[in-house]
């Protein structure tokens, strides 16, 4: 039988998810801002 | 087995947590929209400008290329002078061309004035005036500088700390090519157009120099 997720682990991945997010914005704007035009 | 009611969701924490991470990602993507927004304008405006020096460039390099040569006798101060249509120096050089900014090519005949204004804060900046020809008195005595150029003209270049005006005289026998910064339309040794102008645009910051150039032309006597 297929096992439901805890809470802790459900909230963990949406964390880790939105974590994921947050860092892989802050890589394109880091990348984009870096890009410079004389 | 399904979770008991009032087991399911997230907790407080987890759910506050994911809120603030949510607002700084959205943070992060509204100010990076905002510096691409800006990052486009000031690129569209440097495309703008580089358009529009390319189109006045293209302007100028075509009116002084269609500079006439013309040889013509006027009685000036009970002298009488024979005048070559090009006059210049440093500040000003004054020339027929059958170009006009207004009119374009073969839209009648010009007189043409390029001179360096004084404008505010010690910069100058070359000024392009024209106006139409009537007579050849008129044109003796616009060549001449009796005659002072008529209207506030379109400004031409950049501001510049200082800007100046160069005429290439061809070699002959004995004296190299050069560039001079008179050219008198009463010099009788000199009966032709130069084969270029320059302009030099001089700033603290950069110069730029712009070469013109004339075509060879005979004279006609």
């Known amino acids: 039988m297929k ?10 991945v949406l964390i880790a998810v939105l974590g994921g997010i947050l860092l892989l914005t802050m890589i394109a704007l880091a990348l984009s801002s870096s890009v410079r035009v004389s | 087995m399904p979770a008991a009611k009032g087991q399911r969701g997230f907790t ?30 000031r690129g569209s405006e440097r495309v703008r400008t580089m358009q ?6 293209e302007a100028i390099q075509a009116q002084v290329s269609s500079a006439i040569p013309r040889q013509l006798t006027t009685q000036f ?24 900014w207004q009119g374009g090519r073969n839209s009648g005949l010009w007189l043409v004035s390029y001179r360096v204004i004084h404008e505010s804060d010690d910069k100058e900046r070359l000024v392009v005036s024209e ?35 160069f005429y290439l005289r061809p070699s002959s026998p ?46 006609p006597q």
């Open chain 2, 131 to 165: 106006q139409g020809f009537s007579s050849e008195q008129q044109l003796a005595a616009f060549l001449l500088g009796s005659q002072p150029s008529t209207g506030s003209g379109f400004p031409y270049g950049e501001l510049a700390d200082h800007i100046e005006l």
């Open chain 2, 12 to 41: 407080l924490l987890e759910l506050l947590v994911s809120t603030a991470l949510t607002a700084i990602v959205l943070t992060l993507l509204t100010s990076g929209l905002r510096l691409t927004e800006a990052a486009w304008l």
């Open chain 2, 77 to 100: 101060e009970q002298r009488q002078l024979q005048l070559t249509t090009f006059q210049g120096n440093a500040r000003e050089a004054r020339f027929f061309s059958n170009y006009s």
């Open chain 1, 3 to 12: 096992k439901n997720r805890s809470r802790s682990e459900s909230g963990v």
């Open chain 2, 174 to 219: 004995g004296s190299p090519a050069a560039w001079v910064q008179e050219w008198k339309c009463d010099d009788q040794k000199q009966k032709q157009l130069p084969r270029g102008v320059r302009v030099h645009w001089q700033s603290a910051k950069q110069e730029r120099d712009l070469t013109l150039v004339i075509p060879v032309r005979e004279v």
């Open chain 2, 52 to 57: 529009q020096t390319l189109a006045e460039d």
